[in-house]
């Protein structure tokens, strides 16, 4: 059973989409029968992603600096020279993406924190063993001593892109200043690392003004939903449109010193053209994560939804979303409310099942949920 959850928070959304003409109805949900979740593996140290590999074998990054491979339930360690990442706070080994060319390049990429930067490096896969090939693949991205708001969430747009969201690093004026890369979602050439032709500031930026992008998820039709967390307020779910500006100034332009949290998370008095998210948590925040749309017509009526991880809310959430990207509803799924502890990556895999990670520091699990 399912029970629906931020009404205001979805109504206000659902208006606001409506007011800027990009609303619209959309097939209401089903209650379904339930939800199935196995444990396909255990004994996993805050697994960060998940990585699906050609011959059913899954990549799995853990935050302390470790990447597992798991096959038929067994998790083996990948021998990988891993010695610069900085494991500290919410930073360290973090997202994971396999190229959609690895039967023949046998090359993923890793986002992790150094002690100078956050950094992305590409790695060739030869058995269990995983040799940098492209090191850094993209470099400079800031960090902080204590971890804080790393971002570091990766996924490939429709053309093959690489989108990578990016953390302010609790420092006030890194999301609007257009100088750095923090508190952006960028966009590169998976290969090179450079900027894409047609990006909206000739650079690698994509869109700015955001907090901490915790998850990138590609709707079929190439539209990109990114969920990011709030302060004390706001967690908030959006649609990325190229060159906009999502409105978080913790420094109120500069005018204030340190890190002013309680500014709105989406600031439409500073910034009047600012893109307001489709949903907004409002009070508490759930520390959303990781996002996945559910594709496959063993889902049912929760085909299409987009399925996102909450960390403190220790749940997972299912919009449903309009084609013109409006939230129309929001459901938590009992078997998977408070049930499994802190719930971080979601992806869908090459089954159409969703899996996804715990993230409660001891004996984490990698779980696959399905649609009975």
């Not at 959309?26 to 004994?43: F, I, M, Q, W």
């Not at 986002?111 to 850094?136: I, M, Q, Y």
């Not at 502890?341 to 099942?353: F, I």
Request: charged content about 20%.
């Amino acid at each position: 059973m399912r029970r629906f959850v931020g009404f205001a928070a979805v109504l206000a959304a659902c208006a606001a989409c409506s007011a800027e003409g990009s609303g619209g109805s959309a097939p209401s949900t089903t209650t379904p029968e339930g939800l199935k979740v196995e444990v396909v593996a255990s004994g996993l140290s805050h697994p960060w992603d998940v990585g699906f590999l050609p011959d059913g074998r899954v990549l799995v990054p853990q935050r302390p600096g470790r990447i597992a491979l798991v096959a038929d339930g067994r998790v083996t360690d990948v021998e990988a020279d891993l010695g610069d990442v900085e494991a500290r706070g919410e930073g360290g080994l973090m997202s994971l993406v396999v190229h959609p060319d690895f039967a023949t390049s046998r090359r993923f990429t890793t986002c992790f924190n150094t002690s100078s930067d956050v950094r992305l490096v590409t790695w060739e896969l030869d058995g269990t063993k995983a040799t940098r090939v492209k090191d850094p693949l993209l470099s400079g991205l800031p960090t902080a001593s204590s971890g804080r708001h790393s971002g570091c969430r990766m996924a490939l747009d429709r053309d093959g892109n690489l989108l990578i969201g990016t953390g302010d690093t609790a420092r006030g004026t890194v999301s609007q200043d257009k100088s750095s890369l923090g508190g952006k979602v960028l966009r590169v050439d998976l290969a090179t690392g450079e900027g894409v032709p047609g990006n909206p500031f000739g650079d690698r930026i994509y869109t700015y003004g955001h907090r901490n992008v915790q998850g990138v998820a590609v709707r079929q039709d190439g539209m990109v939903f990114t969920a990011e967390h709030g302060p004390d307020v706001d967690d908030e779910v959006n649609v990325l449109k190229a060159g906009g500006n999502y409105g978080w100034d913790p420094s109120k332009g500069g005018t204030t010193g340190g890190y002013d949290e309680d500014v709105p998370m989406t600031d439409l008095s500073r910034f009047p053209d600012a893109v307001s998210a489709v949903w907004s948590s409002g009070r508490p925040t759930e520390a959303i994560c990781d996002a996945a749309f559910l594709v496959g017509e063993q889902w049912g009526s929760l085909n299409g939804v987009l399925a996102v991880t909450a960390l403190k809310g220790s749940k997972l959430l299912l919009f449903t979303v309009t084609q013109e990207g409006g939230v129309h509803s929001v459901a938590i799924p009992s078997e998977l409310d408070d049930t499994h502890g802190r719930l971080r990556a979601a992806e869908l895999g090459p089954d159409n099942a969703l899996y996804v990670t715990t993230s409660n520091g001891t004996d984490d699990k990698l779980l696959r949920i399905t649609n009975n």
